[in-house]
């Protein structure tokens, strides 16, 4: 029977990462299905969960792995975009609250740019080093 399967799957994609987020996605909308039995709306998650297992299998078992392959390409790249963009988010949010005490941050009324000037100066005329618009502020 393993040798059956072998020489079936000989030649076709499989398994990849995409292929595992399409049915992690499946998964989810069938228990999310499973939470209200009754209603039509949930109803609506059951059948969106059977679609992305087929479309999932359909990936699997597809013999045109260039195809494939570029789907699990772009999707990688997205999903390294979201997760560079959260991690940089997390940083600056890190390094805002470390220096809180010493430095405020304003937005540049004109370009919306991120400026730091240190705290405690009273008002001040802060520079925008972008777009060089002057804007009063109290630090």
């Known amino acids: 029977m393993r040798e059956k399967l072998q020489r079936f799957m000989t030649g076709r994609y499989g398994a990849d990462q995409l292929a595992r ?4 996605a499946a998964l989810v909308c069938i228990v999310i299905s499973m939470l209200g039995a009754r209603s ?3 109803a609506f998650f059951y059948w969106i ?6 479309f999932g299998c359909y990936r699997m078992f597809s013999r045109n792995t260039s195809k494939r392959y ?3 390409r ?3 790249e997205l999903r390294y975009r979201a997760v560079a963009r959260g991690a940089s988010r997390r940083n ?9 005490k ?3 941050y ?3 009324p004109g370009c919306s740019q991120t400026v730091r000037v240190p705290r405690g100066k009273g008002k001040i005329c802060i520079s925008c080093p972008k777009c060089h618009t002057e804007f009063v502020k109290r630090s």
């Open 21 to 24: 987020a399409i049915s992690l």
């Open 40 to 42: 039509p709306f949930f």
């Open 49 to 54: 969960g059977v679609a992305l297992m087929i």
């Open 70 to 72: 570029e789907e699990n």
């Open 74 to 76: 772009k999707f990688l």
């Open 92 to 100: 600056l949010a890190k390094k805002r609250w470390a220096e809180r």
């Open 102 to 104: 010493t430095h405020r």
């Open 106 to 108: 304003f937005k540049c």
